[in-house]
């Protein structure tokens, strides 16, 4: 199929072809007809990818001060590594489609259905079921294409609370603004439409607003005039501007404790006095309403009861529908162009100001579906050399697929061939750039594949162990991210899928990736230690950092939780330093809603301890890792893998290191070379299976 993407280093806008979405629980399938570019976000994204490294760290300050702390903590060659891979990563275009159900695996939608959702500008579409809503009869998909932008301005208006014969102002008589003088207006409200564009007033003028052109008129006086003197009820500012006046021309222009919306992009430098004495209240509209952004809601498709929550991004969607059904809005004379798919150039030099414009909708092709199979194809060959053994077939394309695993194994000589992902863009991406001869949406087309050999999966945790599982019943090798599984259950159905190849000729290799038992510093560290007799004290100090509780990480169905997910790194680290099973553990845990801070205790078989203070409450500028091992007398301690020293320690004095090397590449390369001399995997079974269940057991102590 193909699809609009952005480069945001370079701010090009390319049409490319993507596989197709598969359709899965709780999400609409859709074939688009229409889709509505909206001019001043994308016209944002372009500019800020042609804009200048410097240019791009001043339009985002809060991720300067993340950059800075990433150089104190990983070294400043990381940090570049990470801001460059962070900024090549295209990003789909367009979140107002209107189309065709082609499959539903949610309630209340079926095949043949027309709707509209917040998809991007595809041919096909996938979307979850509470940001999609049925098209009634009468309205076109033209007209419906504004739904999503619409329900921008509604959701405003929704929190401005009207009521019939208030006066109000809207700043801004752009898109946006022009949708929510037609709802105001549909309110029974008088309107002033502020903007320096006669074009957009003349617009405006024509749905019932009065206008005030602020390049000849004063916008304060003009919201006076309307309200009769005292001031308007209330504002919504609608424009695009780092200026501050359209926040101050509001304060003033409103009565006492008037009410002030912004759904768009301004200055905030407030000033007290504006507000202080009206009493004004002031409030930032989020997107479309409730539910946006809340993974229960749009992705696990946990509805708010009508009855407590009136309004969600849902119905606001269907309200707007119903009032263009109605005639109450009509979005006929913002359209200002129309272009097929295939004329995305000429489109965007429009949205960049090649000429004035207000709506911009793409046609896709009107063809019927059954006649258009391509699009929804799951597979797209990119061609390429064929490279030498293992072949790979990457499932997962995240950012430690990106930035960690694909370059890693690219380093290793490996053959890149397929790579699987939900969406299609970011394995693309992926594909390109590391020389991957194909991509895919389709799971299975990695796992049923003869020429795939080995299946390295960086996934969702709650996905690794049954895709563990099908690999290895396929005969394939398998590099899992951490963890390998969620729960002692998906272990005991690894240890069968294990169980099931014993007598293999060639036996399929299994690897979790605990790569810092491979890093440089630790390979250097166990030499060390094996010249020491007797038990030893082992601390890890993780400075995790704080991750919100609505994350996918800590979603205990999703990511495990902390513990499975990331703590397991330093017990496997501690088993690995120690050389010995883990005897006992012991956990205390900070009374916290996540249970992401705590203190682990570890006993080892040989007598050696091991305690890991994993925490999420420290600040990023402190280092993330820090390993110290106290035995024969001395203490090395490790900070962030990039400095060692020794502490009276003979022969040792110090080990550091250019740039941090947690051992990633060091990992994937031992993996591949097992593979192809035919040996065991580089970490024995039996510790990826203890260090698995020791992790699944403290984490349920943690919560318990």
């Known amino acids: ?41 994308e016209r944002m994204l372009v500019e800020f990818g042609k804009a200048s490294l410097i240019d791009k760290a001043r339009k985002q300050p809060e991720k300067v001060r993340q950059v800075f702390d990433k150089i104190r903590t990983d070294g400043l060659l990381a940090t570049i590594d990470a801001v460059r891979s962070k900024l090549a990563q295209p990003i789909q275009l367009g979140y107002c489609n209107s189309g065709v159900v082609l499959e539903s695996g949610a309630e209340g939608f079926s095949v043949g259905d027309r709707v509209v959702s917040n998809g991007p500008h595809a041919e096909v579409v996938i979307v979850p079921q509470h940001l999609c809503a049925r098209i009634p009869d009468g309205v076109s998909d033209e007209q419906a294409s504004f739904t999503v932008m619409a329900s921008i301005g509604l959701q405003g208006i929704r929190l401005l609370q009207p009521t019939i014969g208030e006066r109000f102002a809207v700043i801004g008589a752009g898109l946006i603004g022009l949708l929510t003088i037609q709802l105001l207006r549909a309110n029974g409200c008088r309107v002033l439409a502020v903007d320096f564009d006669q074009r957009k007033l003349d617009i405006a003028k024509s749905m019932g607003a009065e206008v005030c052109n602020a390049s000849a008129m004063d916008p304060v006086a003009s919201g006076l005039n309307i309200s009769g003197g005292p001031g308007v009820d209330g504002v919504i500012i609608t424009a695009s501007t780092s200026s501050n006046d359209p926040v101050s021309q509001a304060a003033r222009m409103c009565r006492k404790r008037g009410r002030i919306i912004l759904i768009g992009v301004t200055g905030l430098e407030l000033n007290r006095s504006e507000f202080y004495h009206k009493e004004l209240s002031f409030q930032v509209s989020c997107s479309y309403g409730p539910g946006r952004y809340d993974p229960g809601y749009e992705e696990r498709g946990i509805d708010y009861p009508l009855g407590f929550v009136r309004w969600t991004e849902q119905r606001n969607f269907t309200a707007v529908l119903d009032l263009m059904a109605s005639g109450r809005v009509d979005v006929g004379p913002l359209i200002s162009h129309r272009f097929a798919l295939d ?48 072949t790979i077939g990457l499932i997962g394309s995240g950012n430690y697929a ?56 960086a996934t969702r945790h709650n996905t690794h162990a049954g895709l563990v599982c099908s690999a290895l019943a396929a005969g394939k090798h398998v590099f899992v991210e951490k963890p ?18 014993a007598s293999a000729e060639r036996k399929p290799v299994l690897m979790v990736g605990f790569n810092r038992r491979f890093a440089p510093q630790i ?12 038990p030893k004290a082992f601390v890890a100090t993780i400075n995790a950092g704080a991750i919100p509780p609505e994350h996918w990480t800590q979603d205990l169905c999703v990511g495990g939780g902390r513990i499975i997910g990331e703590a397991c790194h330093f017990i496997d680290l501690l088993r690995f330093l120690a050389g010995h099973r883990i005897a006992s553990h012991h956990v205390v845990c900070m009374a916290t809603p996540t249970a992401d801070s705590l203190s682990i205790q570890l006993r080892f078989a040989e007598g050696s301890i091991g305690t890991i203070n994993y925490l999420a409450n420290g600040p990023k500028s402190f280092p993330k890792e820090r390993i110290e091992v106290f035995a024969g007398g001395g203490v090395i301690q490790l900070d962030n893998f990039r400095r060692m020293t020794g502490f009276g320690w003979r022969g040792f004095s110090r080990m550091n290191l250019w740039r941090q090397d947690k051992g990633q590449k060091a990992c994937a390369a031992a993996f591949l070379q097992a593979i192809r001399n035919g040996t065991p995997g580089p970490i024995p079974c039996d510790q990826i299976i203890e260090v698995s269940r020791v992790s699944i057991d403290i984490s349920q102590s943690a919560r318990s």
Do not use: W
């Not at 579906?369 to 194809?377: A, D, Q, T």
């Not at 390998?484 to 190849?501: M, N, P, R």
């Not at 030499?527 to 007799?533: C, G, H, K, Q």
């Open 1 to 41: 199929m193909k699809a609009i993407i952005q480069h945001l280093d370079t701010g090009q806008t390319e049409l490319i072809e993507l596989p197709a979405p598969r359709c899965r629980p709780g999400h609409v399938l859709i074939r688009s007809t229409k889709s509505l570019i909206s001019a001043g976000t």
């Open 343 to 390: 004329e995305v150039d000429r489109a965007y030099e429009v949205v960049a100001g090649a000429e004035p414009s207000i709506g911009i909708v793409l046609r896709f092709a009107d063809e019927s579906v059954r006649g258009n199979v391509h699009i929804r194809s799951s597979v797209v060959d990119l061609g390429g050399p064929a490279g030498s053994k293992p």
């Open 402 to 457: 990106t930035m960690v695993l694909a370059p890693a194994l690219k380093a290793g000589g490996a053959c890149l061939h397929t790579v699987a992902c939900n969406g299609g863009l970011s394995g693309l991406h992926v594909a390109r750039k590391f020389g991957f001869r194909a991509v895919t949406t389709e799971v299975r087309t990695i796992i049923d594949d003869p020429v795939i050999d080995t299946v390295v999966i």
């Open 484 to 501: 390998l599984a969620l729960t002692h259950a998906d272990i005991d159905a690894v240890e069968s899928a294990l169980g099931a190849i």
């Open 523 to 534: 390979v250097r560290l166990v030499a060390l230690l094996s010249a020491v007799p007797g």
